[in-house]
């Protein structure tokens, strides 16, 4: 099972040990840039992945969307906020490293004076106060570091993470999978098309009891004598 940065599969991992030990699941932690194609050539049964992606030849399932907040050292005014916009932003020197996962329509802030290869890179240059850094929350904390902070940041792109894998290779595995992200229980179907039910044999007509005709009459007891013809 392939993840991108920031995503936290344990929770699911967890889960797949106790449902299906017989079959080791392995995490392979994958860029986001080559997501896509690690799964294509065939380096994970299925993976989690940031959107927008290819999704030629994938199915795809929408799970959960980040906020997006801008890093800070802890002494910037920024800190001193609840949440901020980009036109807060305005006069800072912005970085969009080359591994940037937002899409963004126009950049915020002034441009730093380099574009970092990673995120990684960026927040040592935020640390180093050289600029500021808009991500996804996820990835603020996996690179947590005890001089900067982050704010979430309001009207601006968002990262969403989906759960993807090829869809030539779907096998009852990877849809046990898909049952376990999207929380069905153990004793559902899964996913999977239930198995058509067995047809219900037919009801035999019921026999009369014996000396009875059969009719309601005899079968109540009552007696016709007396009736008058209509």
Known sequence: MAYVPGVTPAK???VWAERVPDVPLTLVSVAAAEAVKFLHDGGADAGFVRLPVDRDGLSVIPLYVETTVVVVPKDHMVAAADEVTVADLADDEVFHPMDDTLEWTALPGLPAFTRPDTTAEAI????????LLLVPQSLARLHHRKDLTYRPVVETPQSQIALAWPTKATTEL???FIGIVRGR???????????PAPEKARKQPRS????????RGAQTGRSRKGRRPR
């Open 124 to 131: 040592r240059l935020v640390a180093a106060g050289a600029g």
């Open 185 to 195: 229980t153990v004793n559902s179907s899964r996913g999977r098309t239930p198995a």
């Open 12 to 14: 699911w991992a967890n």
């Open 208 to 215: 009369p009891a014996p000396g009875g005709s059969g009719r």
């Open 174 to 176: 990877v849809e046990d």
